[in-house]
């Protein structure tokens, strides 16, 4: 039973930074890709990056572009959303997903989720 377990959430000033982690358990997850989406109140769920675990290839949502890093540890199953320059509109809860095969922005398209972490992000 594959398990994701997201941290590093927070309360966090505009312009300043906080990394995410999301470890997982219970896959081989080389033949896995990662997404991390995120929630706002009231907000549907949206697409903020993905990482092909075997190939280390990552797209991010434009919103996103330029500020978050997404990586991956294979020996620790760990993978990272690095978040730079926060801006208020990046409050939401976080979330991590994995699914078998090739990335997707879409949500649906993933099967295992963890329970998510709050970004706060004050002006």
């Known amino acids: 039973q594959v398990q994701l377990v997201e941290s590093g959430g927070g309360l966090v000033q505009a312009g300043g930074s906080l990394r995410l982690s999301c470890s997982a358990s219970?896959?081989?997850?080389?033949?896995?890709?990662m997404g991390w989406f995120r929630q706002a109140p009231k907000k549907e769920r949206e697409f903020v990056g993905n990482?092909?675990?075997?190939?280390?290839?990552?797209e991010y949502a434009e919103s996103v572009k330029g500020r978050f890093t997404i990586s991956r540890d294979n020996a620790k199953n760990t993978v990272w959303l690095q978040m730079n320059s926060l801006k208020p509109e990046d409050t939401a809860v976080y979330y991590c997903?994995?699914?078998?095969?090739?990335?997707?922005?879409?949500?649906?398209?993933?099967?295992?989720w963890g329970q998510g972490t709050q970004v706060t992000v004050s002006s």
């Open positions: 997903a994995a699914r078998v095969g090739l990335a997707s922005r879409v949500p649906s398209d993933y099967g295992y």
């Open positions: 219970g896959g081989a997850f080389s033949g896995y890709a």
């Open positions: 990482i092909v675990w075997s190939s280390n290839v990552h």
